[in-house]
C-alpha cells in the first residue's frame, strides 16, 4: 500500500531523513522507532505533504501511484491520516463542525454531494461511542484547553470519523496515562482492518503492548538501521538505543 | 469598474464646465460644490418645512469652520468637498437593461452569498419583472406594522408626515456640531430611515429584512433616526451583504438611537462598500457617527461586520444616561489588501449601575491596517458601573497591522472595568493541520476566521449570521498564497 523508495528531505538546507526505504501492506502494522531526532516526525510530516520539508530525492508511493505531487489536502483524500503529536487549537470552532468540514470537503473532491445531517449524526454518535468520548467533548472549540490525554483522544475519535486507508500515528502514547492509553489503542484496534494500515511511530515500547505490530522498524540518523518483529521493539526497551547507535556507527 | 480618484476629479472637473454652478435646481443632479444656496437647495428640492431648512443650514455654517479630524490611525488623500454634486435624484431602473449585461464577476459574487435573482436586479438597477411578489410581501408587512403603530419609513417622508416627531429627536443624540462629518451629514442629507415604535410595543419583525435591498440606494449622506418609547423593543438591520459598488467616493452617514426607560434597541450592520481594488485604487471612504442614547433600564446592542471601504472611520456609541442602562458593541472587522480601519466604540457610563460589553474582533490581511478605538468613560455619579472589553486581533500573513487603542477615564472609584486583549496569527501549522484532514487552505482560513469571529456573528439574526459568515469567506479570499 504505501511505498518509500530512498527518501532524502531537509529542512532550511539540513539534511534530516537520508534514504529511507520502507514497504507498507494492507493489514499491516508497523511501528518506527528510534532516538530524539532520529527524523521519525519529520517522516510523518513528509508522507503527509508538509511543505516546511523539501523531498531531495526518492519518492513516495501510495496504492502504486507516486503522491510526490500531491498537496497535503490531495494526500487526505486518497486516504493518508496523521494523527499529530502536537494538535494545534482552532478557536471557535467545534470538534463537531471541523469533522463535518473534513468529510464533506473530502467527499467534494471525490465528486460526492455533503454527508446528510442524519448520517453524520449517527457516524458522530457511532465513533465516539467506540473511543469512550463524553458527546460535551464534542461541542468544545478544537484542542483548546484540551489535556494532553483529550488532545490525543480526539486525533483518534477524527482518524475513525474518516476511515483512512493509512493512518499514521506520530507519539500518540506520549503526554498519556495508562488509562487513556488503553482507550486511546483499543480504538486504533477497532478501527484496524485488513483494508487499511497503520505506521505508529513512538518513542517507547509502551504502546506497542497495546497496538502489536507485525514489523518494527529503528530509525537513526534519517536512516532505517534495523528491522524487525515485535521482539526487536522488547529489546530495545531492555537495552536502549545505544547499541543501535554504535551499530550503525561502524 | 473601480475608479480612482483622480479619474473621478476628471470627470467632475468637465462637469462643471458642462453646467456651470448656477443651473437649474431643477435638473437631476446638483452642480459640484457646497455653499449655503446649495445647502437651502437641497432642502428646497425636498420641500422640507422651515425649521429643517435652517437647522441645515446652522449644520452648514459650523462646518465651514470645522477641520476634518486627522487623529485616527488612516491616511488617504482628503476628499475635496467642492468637488462633490450632494443631490441626485434616485436612479431608476432601466427597462432596457438585462441581468445578462451585468459584470459577470459580480453575478458570481452574488451567487455565493445566495442573493435571489430578484435582488439581484434591484441591486444592479434591472427592471425586476415578477414584482407582485415583492409589492405583496412589503404591504402584508406595513399592515402588520401600522396595526402596531409602529412608524417605519424614509426621513425624508417622516419629515413631511410627522415633522413634530423627527424635530423632537433629530440631533438631540448626535448634535450638528458633534463632528466634521455628522456637521457636513447634518447640512447634506439626503435621506435614510426613520423609525418609531410606541410604547409597550415590540417590534414583530426585524426592520429593514424585507426592505434590505430598496434602502441600498440611499445614496451617500443618509440619516437614521429610530427612537424607541418607552419599553419597547425593535431590532433594526441595515446594510447589505450584497457588495455595493457605488461610486460616490464619500459616505458620511449619521444614525441615532434613543431608547427610552425600560426600551431595548438591536442595531445590526454588515458594510460591504467597494473596498478599492487590489492596488489600493479607488474605494469608498467611510466616515459615520454612530450613538445611542439610553434612559433608564433601557439597553442597546450594537453589533456590526465590516468587510468593505477604503478607509473606515466608525465607533458606534453609547451613551448610558439612564440608571441601570446597558450597552453592548460586538464588531467584526475585516482588512484586506490596502484598506484601512479605524473603528470601535465609546461607552460613557453616566448613570449608575450601568453596564457595557465590548467584543471587538478585528482581522487583518494583505497589506491592510486595522485599529480598535475604543473608549470607557465612568462620570463621577456611575456608581457601581461594569465593563468588560475584549479585543481579539487576527493577522494573515507578515505585512499587515493590527493596533489596539484602548482609553479608559474612571472618576467613581465603584467602577469595575476590564480589558482583555489577544492578538493571533493564523499560523502554518493550523493551516497544514486542516490541510491534513483533506481542508483546503481557503477553506481553512475560512474556518478558523468563523471560529475567531463567532462571538459576534452569533449576535446577529440567523439569516443575516449566515450571509454575513459567507462575505467574510469572500473577503479574504486569496489572501494567503
Known amino acids: 500500500m504505501l511505498k518509500i523508495k530512498d527518501l532524502h528531505a531537509s529542512v532550511e538546507g539540513k539534511g534530516i531523513l537520508k534514504g529511507i526505504n520502507l514497504e507498507v501492506g494492507a493489514g499491516e502494522v508497523h511501528a518506527i522507532m528510534g532516538p530524539n531526532g532520529s527524523g521519525k516526525s519529520t517522516l510523518a510530516s513528509v508522507i503527509a505533504g508538509n511543505e516546511t520539508y523539501e523531498v531531495t530525492a526518492g519518492d513516495i508511493f501510495l496504492d502504486g501511484e507516486s503522491i510526490e505531487d500531491f498537496s497535503p489536502e490531495e494526500r487526505a483524500h486518497n486516504g493518508v491520516f496523521l494523527s499529530f503529536q502536537y494538535p494545534v487549537e482552532i478557536p471557535g470552532v467545534s470538534v463537531t463542525n471541523f469533522m463535518k468540514t473534513a468529510i464533506n470537503e473530502s467527499r467534494k473532491a471525490k465528486g460526492i454531494e455533503d454527508m446528510p445531517a442524519k448520517d453524520m449524526l449517527k457516524l458522530i454518535r457511532e465513533k465516539s461511542e467506540l473511543l469512550e468520548i463524553d458527546r460535551k467533548f464534542l461541542s468544545r472549540s478544537l484542542n483548546e484547553g484540551f489535556s494532553g490525554g483529550e488532545k490525543k483522544r480526539n486525533e483518534i475519535f477524527q482518524m475513525a470519523m474518516l476511515e483512512p486507508k493509512l493512518a499514521i500515528l506520530d507519539e500518540t502514547d506520549s503526554g498519556l496515562d495508562i488509562d487513556a492509553l488503553r482507550i486511546v489503542a483499543n480504538g486504533v484496534n477497532k478501527l484496524k482492518s485488513k483494508d487499511n494500515a497503520v505506521v505508529v511511530i513512538t518513542h517507547y515500547q509502551r504502546l506497542l503492548e497495546y497496538i502489536v505490530p507485525d514489523f518494527v522498524h529503528v530509525l537513526y540518523n534519517g536512516k532505517i538501521v534495523k528491522s524487525g518483529t515485535k521482539e526487536l521493539a522488547m529489546e530495545l526497551e531492555e537495552k536502549g538505543y545505544d547499541w543501535i547507535k554504535q551499530e550503525a556507527a561502524v | ?481
Not at chain 2, 431643477?26 to 449655503?36: H, K, N, R, V, Y
Not at chain 2, 459574487?109 to 444592479?124: A, H, N, T, V
Not at chain 2, 474582533?361 to 456608581?383: C, F, H, M, P
Request: net charge negative; hydrophobic share 35%; with cysteine.
Open chain 2, 1 to 481: 469598474m473601480a475608479y480612482t480618484e483622480q479619474e473621478l476629479k476628471k470627470e467632475l472637473e468637465t462637469k462643471e464646465y458642462e453646467y456651470g454652478f448656477y443651473t437649474d435646481i431643477e435638473s437631476d443632479t446638483f452642480p459640484i460644490g457646497l455653499s449655503e444656496e446649495i445647502v437651502i437647495a437641497i432642502s428646497k428640492k425636498k420641500n422640507e418645512p422651515k425649521w429643517m431648512t435652517d437647522w441645515r443650514v446652522e449644520a452648514y455654517r459650523v462646518w465651514e469652520k470645522m477641520k476634518e479630524p486627522e487623529w485616527a490611525n488612516v491616511r488617504y488623500q482628503k476628499p475635496d468637498f467642492q468637488a462633490i454634486s450632494y443631490y441626485s435624484a434616485p436612479k431608476k431602473a432601466d427597462p432596457n437593461k438585462k441581468l445578462e449585461d451585468v459584470d459577470p464577476e459580480l453575478l458570481e459574487m452574488y451567487k455565493k452569498l445566495g442573493i435571489s435573482i430578484d435582488e439581484q436586479k434591484k441591486l444592479q438597477n434591472v427592471a425586476v419583472d415578477i414584482v407582485v411578489d415583492s409589492v405583496s410581501v412589503a404591504t402584508t408587512f406595513k399592515k402588520t406594522l401600522a396595526e402596531k403603530g409602529i412608524i417605519f419609513m424614509p426621513i425624508s417622508e417622516a419629515i413631511q408626515e410627522y415633522p413634530e416627531l423627527v424635530r423632537k429627536y433629530m440631533g438631540t443624540v448626535v448634535p450638528t456640531t458633534d463632528n466634521f462629518y455628522a456637521a457636513l451629514n447634518s447640512a447634506v442629507f439626503t435621506d435614510g430611515s426613520f423609525c418609531y415604535i410606541p410604547k409597550g410595543v415590540r417590534c414583530p419583525m426585524e426592520l429593514s429584512t424585507y426592505f434590505r435591498i430598496n434602502q441600498a440606494g440611499t445614496g451617500q449622506f443618509e440619516r437614521t433616526l429610530v427612537v424607541a418609547d418607552e419599553g419597547s423593543y425593535v431590532s433594526y438591520l441595515e446594510g447589505c451583504t450584497a457588495p455595493s459598488r457605488d461610486e460616490n467616493q464619500l459616505h458620511a452617514a449619521v444614525v441615532e438611537l434613543i431608547a427610552m426607560d425600560d426600551a431595548e434597541i438591536k442595531y445590526s450592520t454588515v458594510q460591504n462598500w467597494f473596498p478599492g481594488n487590489k492596488e489600493g485604487k479607488g474605494g469608498v471612504y467611510n466616515f459615520v457617527t454612530k450613538r445611542a442614547i439610553c434612559e433608564k433600564n433601557a439597553k442597546v446592542s450594537w453589533t456590526q461586520v465590516e468587510t468593505g471601504s477604503a478607509v473606515t472611520w466608525k465607533y458606534p456609541s453609547c451613551i448610558l444616561k439612564g440608571d441601570n442602562s446597558i450597552g453592548e458593541f460586538y464588531s467584526i472587522a475585516v482588512t484586506n489588501n490596502y484598506q484601512q480601519a479605524d473603528t470601535g466604540t465609546k461607552m460613557i457610563h453616566l448613570g449608575k449601575n450601568t453596564r457595557s460589553t465590548i467584543i471587538s474582533k478585528g482581522i487583518s490581511a494583505g497589506k491592510s491596517q486595522n485599529s480598535y478605538r475604543g473608549l470607557v468613560q465612568v462620570s463621577s455619579r456611575a456608581d457601581n458601573a461594569r465593563n468588560f472589553s475584549q479585543c481579539d486581533s487576527l493577522l494573515m500573513g507578515n505585512e499587515c497591522g493590527a493596533h489596539t487603542f484602548p482609553y479608559i477615564e474612571a472618576k467613581n472609584k465603584s467602577a469595575m472595568i476590564e480589558h482583555e486583549a489577544t492578538t493571533s496569527k493564523i499560523g502554518e501549522d493550523q493551516i497544514f493541520y486542516c490541510n491534513q484532514r483533506g481542508i483546503d487552505t481557503e477553506k481553512a482560513i475560512a474556518l478558523i476566521v468563523n471560529g475567531f469571529s463567532k462571538e459576534v456573528l452569533n449576535k446577529l439574526p440567523m439569516e443575516f449570521a449566515v450571509e454575513a459568515q459567507k462575505l467574510l469567506e469572500i473577503s479574504l479570499e486569496g489572501s494567503v498564497g
